[in-house]
């Protein structure tokens, strides 16, 4: 962490490097809904589908979670952070260097039943 700055609030890092010749994944924002179209009324709920489907994502493409660099959510309400920062938690927990983290608060996604939205960026040195 850079001398002069306050530590971080949770579990993230203010930056992240990385390095030249880095393969990337980028999600795009993953909502807390089921394959099934059930919507869980908890924001930590949601939060835990959002991830999910971001590690099936990251799966996909030959990474894992501990590959992320960065992390943006957004909430659609200040109640919903300690939810969302329980999953977030969580998914971090054992991670060998925290992604840099976003969290935004915005007033509402195209379903009212949808609280939480997250997307992450991953990178990792391809293996040859």
């Not at 869980?40 to 994502?57: K, R, T, V, Y």
């Not at 977030?88 to 609280?115: H, N, Y």
């Amino acid at each position: 962490m850079p001398d002069g700055i306050r530590p971080p609030f949770a579990a993230y890092s203010h930056g992240t490097f990385v390095p030249a010749g880095a393969e990337f994944v980028f999600t795009s924002g993953q909502l807390g809904i089921t394959p099934s179209d059930t919507v869980p009324e908890s924001a930590e709920a949601q939060a835990d589908l959002c991830f999910a489907a971001i590690d099936a994502i990251l799966a996909d493409a030959g990474f894992d979670r501990a590959d992320t660099v960065r992390i943006n959510a957004f909430v659609t309400d200040r109640a919903h952070m300690p939810g969302y920062m329980a999953a977030r938690d969580r998914w971090c927990a054992g991670m060998g260097r925290l992604p840099a983290s976003t969290l935004v608060i915005v007033s509402g996604f195209t379903r009212a039943e949808f609280k939480v939205e997250v997307e992450v960026t991953a990178a990792r040195l391809p293996t040859r």
